[in-house]
């Protein structure tokens, strides 16, 4: 199975991306963790991304705030898929951080989540490496009926709370 690069642009975006980190290890998918700067460490973030899928990674997500264009200069030196995470900043709430990573332009996209939305990253990471993973794929099958489940349970449970 191809591997998943969690890449953040600095330290203090781990404590949102743990559940990224969470989510693969609930599907078995092997990962590697890194911090590299889209502004500070420009010729790594380049160095990383045009070796990544030689490296064996089918998949990048890139998580900053701010300025975040991480995501974006990961994706124009791979031909690999890149998933942004807009980090939330004091700054503006993650809007500048959203808009930062979802405004690409033509020719090198981004598959961007939700501020913050380091558990829909990993689990769109491992909806894409399921199309060549059968294993995976029912994995996600099952990730998916659990999550029905757990709603109908919920409605269930309401529902009684009114008649």
């Known amino acids: 199975m191809k591997k998943v690069a969690i890449v953040m ?3 203090s975006d781990l404590g949102v991306m ?18 590299i700067s889209a502004h500070r460490t420009p010729a790594a973030a380049e160095s990383f991304s045009k070796g990544a899928e030689k490296d064996g990674f089918g ?5 900053a705030g701010k300025a975040a264009h991480l995501a974006g200069v990961l994706a124009a030196n791979t031909i690999i898929p890149v998933i942004g995470v807009p980090i939330k ?8 951080s959203l808009l930062s990573t979802v405004q690409m332009p033509k020719g090198i996209p981004v598959a961007t989540v939700a501020i913050d939305g380091a558990d829909n990253a990993a689990i769109l990471a491992a909806q894409m490496l399921a199309l060549s993973d059968s294993a ?9 009926a659990d999550m029905a489940a757990e709603v109908e349970a919920k409605d269930k449970k309401v529902s009684e709370m009114f008649k």
Do not use: N, Y
Not at 18 to 35: M, N
């Open 18 to 35: 743990t559940a990224t980190i969470d989510r693969l290890k609930s599907f078995g998918i092997p990962f590697e963790v890194r911090v």
């Open 89 to 96: 900043s004091s700054t503006m709430d993650g809007l500048d």
């Open 9 to 11: 642009g600095s330290d």
């Open 136 to 144: 995976l794929s029912e994995k996600l099958s099952v990730f998916k």
């Open 59 to 63: 998949v990048i997500i890139a998580a």
